[in-house]
């Protein structure tokens, strides 16, 4: 048997947990705000329900503030009446959507306005919405995805998830070393946001640009295909060069080893070479368009005998120009690979010193630093068939033409190797 305390204590357990649970459900039913004249109430109107019933709940781009209290079917859809908070300032151009809330389909209402400037929602303001603001219904999606399953060609899905099987079997350990490499990679992009951020807009940069450099892109990948293209075909002599290449550099670089004490030395001598042939382009040009044909006439200018004869005199009557050139106590010792100051060299005496010399080509007389020539000797140009004037503005063409049997000139056949070549 209960002592009176048991009793009193059961008894005033009764009644507060009436009192909380008539509160609550009061409170869920929006019955407290109505009582207490808190918060306003507003309307929606929509093609259709989405899913709402009342006790929906009702939010500001996500954030709760109100419930559906009632829903009043129309001819042109649904009358949807809901309760919001009294401090809420709901922008009345905010547009209104019907979300799921979760997987089992509870749906609520969410205002999504574009800012958070006035005019604000009162008392008896209405929404309009339409069929965007729904989500997509059930039965339409089960039938369109029965629609796209149905289209699935049998045949062509089986080889499909046949492929699927030969492409991911025995991939076990790649595909979880992909996966826990991909949560390093994330792990460490989100350990250095800032980074990350800064990669992504700077990547952006570069897809901008190679949008715009698109044309070159394509133009740069078919060329690339053509000479993959070569290369392939080459397959067979790229595997021998790939094969003996190696061979190859090895007795390169011994040689090279071997020569190493005098190779510099005479890499060193061909430069100085170099610089003399650069400076005396022309007549080497010269040279090489006519001692072709001089040679060529040579078989038909030997004299009586038969033969062809040579003869080299050298003439010493005039003596080396000396002046202009460093006397010989300043020669240097032969020896002396280091680098010296620059000396221009050339010769200062007048004729008939270096009768033939540089100071003596056409350059050199158009800029005023010699008297004319003895002799004829602009540089034939073997493209215009032209040598340039001397003596007047005007270019002279020369024409190389072969010659007969010369035999018949005699002991004077000879004469043709100097004056035949340069007749005009």
């Not at 009632?70 to 547009?95: C, F, N, Q, R, W």
């Not at 061909?270 to 060529?296: K, R, S, W």
């Not at 002396?336 to 000396?343: E, M, Q, S």
């Not at 072969?402 to 056949?413: C, E, F, I, R, T």
């Amino acid at each position: 048997m209960m002592s009176r305390g048991v009793r009193i204590r059961l008894a005033a357990f009764v009644v507060l947990s009436a009192v909380g649970i008539t509160y609550i459900t009061a409170t869920y039913l929006g019955l407290v705000d109505r009582i207490t004249g808190s918060g306003h109430t507003i309307t929606a109107k929509l093609p259709g329900s989405g899913g709402l019933f009342e006790g929906s709940e009702v939010t500001y781009r996500g954030y709760k503030i109100g419930k559906v209290t009632k829903m009043t079917p129309t001819t042109e859809g649904v009358d949807i009446e809901m309760h919001i908070e009294e401090e809420v300032e709901l922008p009345t151009d905010a547009s209104i959507h019907v979300h799921n809330l979760s997987a089992v389909g509870e749906q609520y209402l969410d205002f999504q306005p574009e800012d958070e400037d006035g005019p604000y929602a009162k008392d008896g303001t209405v929404f309009e919405g339409d069929e965007s603001s729904l989500p997509v219904d059930e039965a339409d999606l089960l039938v369109d995805l029965d629609d796209f399953v149905g289209s699935v060609d049998k045949e062509s899905l089986r080889v499909l998830v046949e492929e699927l099987g030969l492409l991911f079997g025995d991939t076990g350990r790649d595909l979880q070393a992909l996966l826990d490499n991909g949560s390093i990679f994330i792990d460490e992009a989100a350990a250095h946001t800032d980074e990350t951020v800064a990669l992504l807009r700077d990547g952006l940069t570069v897809l901008r640009t190679q949008q715009g450099q698109r044309e070159n892109i394509r133009s740069f990948a078919r060329d690339l295909a053509t000479v993959t293209a070569v290369l392939r075909g080459s397959d067979k002599d790229l595997r021998t060069v790939l094969s003996a290449t190696p061979g190859a550099a090895r007795e390169l670089q011994k040689l090279l080893e071997e020569l190493e004490p005098t190779l510099p030395v005479l890499l060193g001598d061909l430069v100085t070479v170099d610089q003399i042939v650069l400076a005396n382009l022309a007549g080497l040009e010269q040279l090489l368009v006519t001692y072709p044909t001089l040679i060529a006439g040579g078989p038909t200018g030997s004299t009586a005998d038969g033969f062809g004869h040579i003869n080299l005199q050298f003439d010493y009557s005039v003596p080396p120009c000396t002046d202009g050139f460093l006397p010989p106590s300043q020669w240097r010792d032969p020896q002396d690979r280091t680098d010296a100051p620059y000396f221009r060299a050339k010769c200062n005496s007048p004729a008939p010193y270096v009768m033939r010399g540089p100071k003596y080509t056409p350059a050199a007389r158009a800029r005023g630093n010699a008297s004319p020539p003895r002799v004829y000797s602009g540089a034939y140009d073997p493209a215009t068939g032209l040598v340039p004037g001397l003596r007047d503005s005007q270019d002279r063409q020369m024409l190389f033409r072969q010659p007969g049997n010369l035999s018949v000139l005699g002991g004077d056949a000879w004469k043709w190797l100097l004056v035949g070549p340069v007749t005009r």
